[in-house]
């Protein structure tokens, strides 16, 4: 029996999952070490094979190792590794020997005398010098590993028909190997129809293999054998998603097309012991997935293209295509399928106001099929029964297309349904304006570019004419104004390749688009979310471990524990629900480790776990974002909570957590402000273009009162909960001494959100005593200097910070400006101790406090001031209010029903 343990775990979580999975295919259920391996090899009571993240096995250990004793190490080789060849080469295998001066990376080696082996792991800092400094080392080849420091992806698809979807296969294969990743393109059929090149090292499948099931079953073992982080394949039937699931490498599938064009029994997935991850090439597509109850596990990533500036000029071009002369030309792009309906463009062209205009159909049947070659002959009685026969080009297959967009004047399409045609991605990378159905895709590309003229898939010959006049107009109006009708190439825009030989990747937000294409759909920025995506899902698939060492709760994600309103409610429910014998755990991205604010130190003093991720604004949101779910993984919780997070850190970070429940908490006034500002203008790359899109990441979200129920669930499309704010209530209510001056009093941050100058006009108005504590939230520290010297002569006291407690022990009466609209704490506390309240009447104030308090009209100082003076002059009336407002806090709003809530809605368990 062995023990085994993968080191080196903290730069990439994908890279300890990788070496999991593989230590699991031989029977071992590892641990990951995480800055603690010497401690960790120490409690080992048994041999302990220690292996490198990212490192994969290739066989067990062979059983000879067993009978090896004392201070011994056994190592293996990694394979390719130029160091390990030389070494092995000079010394035979016999590392008695030594050596050298380049000692090999150790990425596998077995420590027969755990104890002695980690004193050396102590004193050296490395496995590498460890092992290499035992008493006794030998070459073991069942240690032998692979190793591979970059993701590693198996891609698959069915054929290379010259098609949309196999060029995304094609491009992204491309596009992840310049930036330094690993890929192996396998092809599963036997092409009907022209192909694309196949590049150099793709795995024809039906070569080693004939039946359908045989090929699949051989494609899982090569991912297995290359150590893959996932196996990512295209066009695939269903079931045989299924059949590959059943493996242990994480499956991702992309789905190229709208419901109508999904490849046959694509629903099957969900039934797989390990459902794979979905990436729809839309947001249209996603919302069909979501629709048909595969959303958990899918993720929006718009199909990229690389465009280049045509190789000819515009009239040797038409030359070619056989349009010698300077009629308006319409370029239809398109494979001969029913979804295309090409045979609808010959009315289109006869109702053109151009009597000379052409149409030119690239693209030809396949020659077996004889659906498509029905298409064909369809087009062709179209365009006799229009008197348009000889104006309606029939190019063929293009090998480049290149000279088909040179000679365009307008790109057509009339297609029942896409998923994001490459073709429209090409027509305005080129600067040619693109007239389409309002299909798929269509309207993420018409919100970012302003020559797609879109159609209803229904619309007459008559109706798509016009549009394509219109786009013929404009375009002549660019050419005639100087605009010359193409674009150049953007001197930004650059390959995967041409950035990784400059020193690497850009950021995705630092890509230029090309000619008129937005950078979002260029193929560079395309693999980069690949890449995020497959990072994710290579490391969320070691979930349920042994390498996981906090199962189940909550982690509760938030900006800071800094003083508020909304991290005292968090900070209580956490503690609660501890209380409550449930895990709990929160991160924050806005503070530092080294300076820990007044509420972070609080919960750790209760025993609450808070992580600090790198600090947004500080860092940029994806570094933030990757970390935070990296703590996720590690805590494998029930549930994840987003208590106040900054818009853009909550988008990345969703998106992230694939399979992982997320609810968003209080999407209240501030919420929809915060994220309209984000949206006007999103991360490049990022699918999530309103609320709705973000809301597909979401399990729910949950809200502090009823009003604001119906808004957060039409704006994000999610079940929403109601759950108040809870507080301790106390048995009794507090009682201040008779005979003390009478005074009101106000608890808020000192902001202008907040409108303060409300409470002040009031005192103004009809003077009462009045103190106000709080201190100047961060920007605002100019504002709160000013509010203050205005209060000159008025009986007015600024108390600075307060802690709630000792204030609410010295007023009399609680001053609420209800601003901006939510569940106030301030006066839920003030409830609690018993307090009568007088409160503007917004946002969640009225449902608070359900007639145990005054509400007053919104913005009517002297309403306030009038109903501020009636109270404070009568005690008995102050009494009965204080009553009232502690009993509904104690039967309504106590932090042991908001717990309780959240477990429920959450399915938390203890």
Known sequence: ?????????????????????????????????????????????????????????????????????????????????????????????????????????????????????????????????????????????????????AL???????????????????????????????????????????????????????????GRVERLDLLARIATERGADAVHVHLFDGDDVVRLCAGDVPVVVTVHNSEPGWPARLRHVATAARPPLLFACSRDVAAGLHAAGLGARTRTIWNGVVPSPPAIDRATARRALGVDDDAPVLVAIANHRPQKRLERLPAVLAALPRGDARLVLVGEPVSADPEALAIEAHVRAEAAKHGVTERVVF?????????????????????????????????????????????????????????????????????????????????????????????????GARSGAERAGSGGAALASEVAGVGGLAADFTAWVMAERHVELYARVGASAQRGSAAARLRGGVVLVTNNFSTGGAQSSARRLLVQLRAEGVRVRAIVIEEQEAYPTPGRSALAAAGVPVAVAPRAGAASPIVTARAVATMVDAAEPDAVLFWNVIPEHKVLIADLLVGVPVWDVSPGEMYFASFARYLQRPRVGSPYLNLRDYGRLLRGAIVKYEGERERAAAALGVDVAVVPNGVEVPPIPLRRRAGARVVAGTLARIAPDKKLEELIAAVRRRPFDLVIAGAAEHGSEAYAEELRASTAGLPITWLGERDARSLLAEIDA?????????????????????????????????????????????????????????????????????????????????????????????????
Request: hydrophobic share 50%; with cysteine.
């Open 152 to 210: 590693r992806v198996v891609l698959a698809v069915t054929t290379l028909h010259r098609g949309g979807a196999e060029r995304v296969v094609l491009d992204l294969a491309r596009e992840l190997r310049a930036l330094g990743h690993d890929v192996q393109l396998a092809v599963l059929d036997r092409p009907a129809r022209a192909t694309f090149d196949a590049p150099p090292g793709t795995i024809h499948l039906r070569d080693h293999a004939c």
């Open 395 to 491: 190019a063929g297959s293009q090998g480049d297309v290149g000279a088909a967009y040179a000679a365009a004047d307008a790109i057509v399409s009339a297609s029942a349904f896409e998923g994001l045609s490459l073709v429209h991605l090409e027509a305005l990378a080129a600067g040619v304006p693109l007239v389409t159905t309002d299909v798929a895709g269509t309207a993420e590309l018409a919100a970012k570019h302003s020559d797609v003229h879109r159609v209803s898939p229904n619309a007459d010959a008559p109706t798509f004419a016009a549009a394509v006049a219109e786009a013929l107009a404009e375009r002549a109006g660019s050419v005639g104004a100087g605009g010359g009708g193409e674009r150049a190439l953007s001197g």
């Open 814 to 910: 609680f001053a609420m400006i209800a601003e901006p609209a939510g569940c106030p704490n301030a006066s839920l506390e003030a409830m609690a101790a018993g307090l009568p309240i007088v409160a503007t009447d917004h946002g969640g104030a009225r449902e608070q406090l359900g007639g145990a308090g005054i509400i007053v009209p919104r913005a009517d100082p002297a309403a306030l001031a009038d109903a501020m003076h009636t109270l404070l002059a009568d005690a008995a009336e102050r009494t009965r209010l204080g009553d009232a407002a502690h009993a509904r806090a104690a039967a309504q709003l106590d932090v042991r029903q908001m717990a309780a809530s959240y477990t429920r809605i959450c399915g938390l368990a203890a």
């Open 1 to 149: 029996m062995i023990d085994a343990i993968v080191f080196d775990a903290a730069a990439e979580p994908w890279l300890a999952a990788r070496t999991v999975r593989a230590l699991a295919r031989q029977g071992i259920d590892a641990t990951v070490a995480n800055g603690d391996l010497a401690a960790r090899v120490a409690s080992a009571s048994r041999p302990v094979w220690l292996v490198r993240a990212g490192a994969w096995p290739f066989s067990p250990p062979a059983p000879v190792l067993a009978h090896a004793t004392g201070p011994t190490v056994a190592v293996g080789a990694t394979a390719d590794c130029t160091r390990w060849r030389s070494v092995l080469a000079r010394t035979g295998g016999d590392l008695a020997r030594g050596v050298g001066d380049e000692a090999p990376r150790v990425d596998s080696a077995v420590a027969f005398d755990p104890r002695s082996f980690a004193e050396l792991v102590a004193a050296s800092g490395t496995v590498d010098k460890a092992a290499l400094a035992a008493a006794r080392v030998v070459r073991a080849p069942s240690l032998d590993v692979g190793y591979h420091r």
